[in-house]
Structure formats: structure tokens, C-alpha cells
């Protein structure tokens, strides 16, 4: 049996995400007291084996001294040897501000109090902290559509293999902020800026012409193989330690060239038996697979090409 604990900030797409896995077959329940979560398993587990596989939605509806009690709980199910995942989606703050004001739906933590939509917002991230602290994948909504999500749950939490680390490695611009889901961030707008050629800007950092420029330099080698070299020491710390994801962000200014080009060079640097590698490029709405082979297989792609914000790196 393998259990999904889907959590989050409200209208960060905990629904979404519970309907994707039950699409794929999972047994879906939404809004679960985490005080049922033993007993939940135990009904599951006298049932017939029809239902192999649960999802479960736990959020800021839950009692707050629940919420409080949720790594115990959570060691309590793990400690029958139930395949347990703990997924908590967010988004900024700014973001769930401007959802809620499109849908005109209430926030659960506006009902009964003198809460203003902001302040809920802003309360609601307490009262998860204890669910964000323990989680296995967070990601981070924001830019992401309906089926860009359905996507990122299909890949990364019904496929996942227990015992195996989900490695990804993603560029960003800082000029869009950082991306809420990164373990670990690195800073590339140190490196000479392909954007200040004309001739280079139309490109991004998968192209031979920006290759080509950003190995000319020692500063760029230089700062990919301190990467590397610091990845290659702890790795190895975080696969002993039974972590099942692990997201290293790089960014530049806007996302287009520098921090691309080093996310590329890094995967092909960690694709290894060890982790499931992953590249995700979120200016360019790019979210790649590498195969077995080491051919990079396109997953999920929004595409930027073509619009005036491609071209922004300044």
C-alpha cells in the first residue's frame, strides 16, 4: 500500500492534485482529520485488495492541536511500514491573494472570525509549518497551470519509487523570485551576461551559440566544478539520510541563458543508477526527464518561446 499525504497553503491546487491521483487510481479522500490517519490504514488494510494505493488531503480545516501532533502521527504510520509520501504545495502569498480574489471563494480560516483574507493567508502558513517541516516534495505553484500540476504529480509523486531519490535540477530568474520549492540555490549572475550581445539574446542556454560563448570564459568552469565538487561531497549525506526528493536551483537574472546552460551541465555531470534526474527550466516552462539512455525526454512543457518576456535577462 502506498499512502499520499497531500497538504498545503489553500489555493495552492490540493485539489487538483488529490483528483489527478485519483484519476490514476488512487482511493481519494479529502479533508482528513489527521487523528484518522491510523485508523484510516487499518480499515484499508482488513479490506480486500482492490485499493492498493490512498491519497489523502490534510490542510488548515484540521483541529490546530492535530496539525501540531502531525510528525507523530505521521512516525505512527510509517512505523507499520506503510510506502508514506507527504506532499505540500504552496505558492507566494501575493499569488493566493490574487486566486482568491478570482474565484471570490472564501478562505477556511475566514469563516467564524474577524480574519481579513490577508491575515488568514498569513496564519495559515503557521498553522502547516508542522506538516512543511516533514514534508517529502514541496512544490511550488505559482507559474504552474492545472495541467502543468496534474503533470508534476503524475511524474514525480504516482510514479516515484520508494527508496530512490527524484533529483532535480532547475534554472529560474531571481527577477521572478526563487522558486519556493528549491532545497538548495545557486547564484549565476556573477558570470558574463550573453544577453549584452545582440546577436545572442534570441537564444537560451541549451544553444551551441550560448555554449560556445559561456565556456570562453574560466569563471564559468571554474564556478560549474565548485558545484559540482560540493554536490558530489553531500549527495551522497542526503541519499543516506532517505530523502526522496532533492531540488538544486541555479539563477540568473532572467532565466534564459547562464542558469540554464550550468543546470544542463549539472545533470549530465549527476545522471547516475543512484537518482531519477530531472531538469526544469521555469522561465522557458521546460520540465524534462532524462531516460536511461541519457537522451533528455521532453515530460511537461508550457513553452516561453516566441514572447516578449523570453528575451528579458536584463
Same mark, same amino acid.
Given at each position: 500500500?502506498?499512502?499520499?499525504?497531500?497538504?498545503?497553503?489553500? #489555493?495552492?491546487?490540493?485539489?487538483?492534485?488529490? %483528483?489527478?491521483?485519483?484519476?490514476?487510481?488512487?482511493?481519494?479522500? *479529502?479533508?482528513?482529520?489527521?487523528?484518522?490517519?491510523?485508523?484510516?490504514?487499518?480499515?484499508?488494510?482488513?479490506?480486500? +485488495?482492490?485499493?492498493?494505493?490512498?491519497?489523502?488531503?490534510?490542510?488548515?480545516?484540521?483541529?490546530?492541536?492535530?496539525?501540531?501532533?502531525?510528525?507523530?502521527?505521521?512516525?505512527?504510520?510509517?512505523?507499520?511500514?506503510?510506502?508514506?509520501?507527504?506532499?505540500?504545495?504552496?505558492?507566494?502569498?501575493?499569488?493566493?491573494?490574487?486566486?482568491?480574489?478570482?474565484?471570490?471563494?472564501?478562505?477556511?480560516?475566514?469563516?467564524?472570525?474577524?480574519?481579513?483574507?490577508?491575515?488568514?493567508?498569513?496564519?495559515? %502558513? #503557521?498553522?502547516?509549518?508542522?506538516?512543511?517541516?516533514?514534508? *517529502?516534495?514541496?512544490?511550488?505553484? %505559482?507559474?504552474?497551470?492545472?495541467? *502543468?500540476?496534474?503533470?508534476?504529480?503524475?511524474?514525480?509523486?504516482?510514479?516515484?519509487?520508494?527508496?530512490?531519490?527524484?533529483?532535480?535540477?532547475?534554472?529560474?530568474?531571481?527577477?521572478?523570485?526563487?522558486?519556493?520549492?528549491?532545497?538548495?540555490?545557486?547564484?549565476?549572475?556573477?558570470?558574463?551576461?550573453?544577453?549584452?550581445? +545582440? #546577436?545572442?539574446?534570441?537564444?537560451?542556454?541549451?544553444?551551441?551559440?550560448?555554449?560556445?560563448?559561456?565556456?570562453?570564459?574560466?569563471?564559468?568552469?571554474?564556478?560549474?566544478?565548485?558545484?559540482?565538487?560540493?554536490?558530489?561531497?553531500?549527495? +551522497?549525506?542526503?541519499?543516506?539520510?532517505?530523502?526522496?526528493?532533492?531540488?538544486?536551483?541555479?539563477?540568473?537574472?532572467?532565466?534564459?541563458?547562464?542558469?540554464?546552460?550550468?543546470?544542463?551541465?549539472?545533470?549530465?555531470?549527476?545522471?547516475?543508477? *543512484?537518482?531519477?534526474?530531472?531538469?526544469?527550466?521555469?522561465?522557458?516552462?521546460?520540465?524534462?526527464?532524462?531516460?536511461?539512455?541519457?537522451?533528455?525526454? +521532453?515530460?511537461?512543457?508550457?513553452?516561453?518561446?516566441?514572447?516578449?518576456?523570453?528575451?528579458?535577462?536584463?
Amino acid at each position: 500500500m502506498q499512502l499520499v499525504i497531500i497538504s498545503g497553503r489553500s #489555493g495552492s491546487g490540493k485539489s487538483i492534485a488529490l %483528483q489527478a491521483l485519483e484519476d490514476l487510481g488512487y482511493y481519494a479522500i *479529502d479533508n482528513l482529520p489527521a487523528n484518522l490517519l491510523a485508523p484510516l490504514i487499518d480499515e484499508l488494510r482488513s479490506a480486500p +485488495p482492490s485499493r492498493p494505493n490512498v491519497a489523502v488531503s490534510i490542510d488548515a480545516r484540521n483541529l490546530p492541536e492535530s496539525l501540531e501532533r502531525f510528525p507523530i502521527l505521521l512516525d505512527a504510520v510509517r512505523g507499520r511500514g506503510i510506502d508514506t509520501q507527504v506532499v505540500y504545495l504552496t505558492a507566494d502569498a501575493k499569488i493566493l491573494l490574487e486566486r482568491y480574489s478570482a474565484t471570490r471563494r472564501r478562505h477556511p480560516l475566514t469563516r467564524g472570525n474577524d480574519m481579513t483574507l490577508a491575515e488568514a493567508i498569513d496564519h495559515e %502558513q #503557521g498553522y502547516l509549518a508542522p506538516i512543511r517541516r516533514v514534508a *517529502d516534495l514541496v512544490i511550488d505553484t %505559482q507559474g504552474l497551470s492545472v495541467h *502543468d500540476l496534474r503533470a508534476r504529480i503524475g511524474e514525480q509523486v504516482a510514479k516515484h519509487t520508494g527508496g530512490r531519490l527524484t533529483l532535480t535540477f532547475e534554472s529560474f530568474g531571481f527577477k521572478r523570485g526563487v522558486p519556493l520549492d528549491a532545497d538548495m540555490v545557486f547564484d549565476a549572475r556573477c558570470l558574463p551576461n550573453p544577453f549584452w550581445d +545582440p #546577436g545572442l539574446r534570441a537564444y537560451d542556454g541549451r544553444d551551441a551559440q550560448i555554449i560556445e560563448f559561456l565556456e570562453s570564459y574560466p569563471d564559468v568552469h571554474a564556478l560549474a566544478e565548485d558545484i559540482h565538487a560540493w554536490l558530489d561531497r553531500w549527495l +551522497p549525506s542526503y541519499l543516506a539520510s532517505h530523502r526522496s526528493y532533492l531540488t538544486v536551483a541555479i539563477g540568473c537574472t532572467g532565466g534564459q541563458h547562464r542558469s540554464v546552460y550550468l543546470i544542463e551541465r549539472l545533470a549530465r555531470h549527476f545522471h547516475h543508477d *543512484d537518482a531519477d534526474i530531472r531538469l526544469r527550466h521555469r522561465e522557458l516552462g521546460i520540465h524534462t526527464a532524462l531516460s536511461s539512455d541519457s537522451a533528455a525526454q +521532453p515530460s511537461a512543457s508550457t513553452g516561453n518561446a516566441g514572447s516578449p518576456e523570453r528575451d528579458a535577462d536584463t
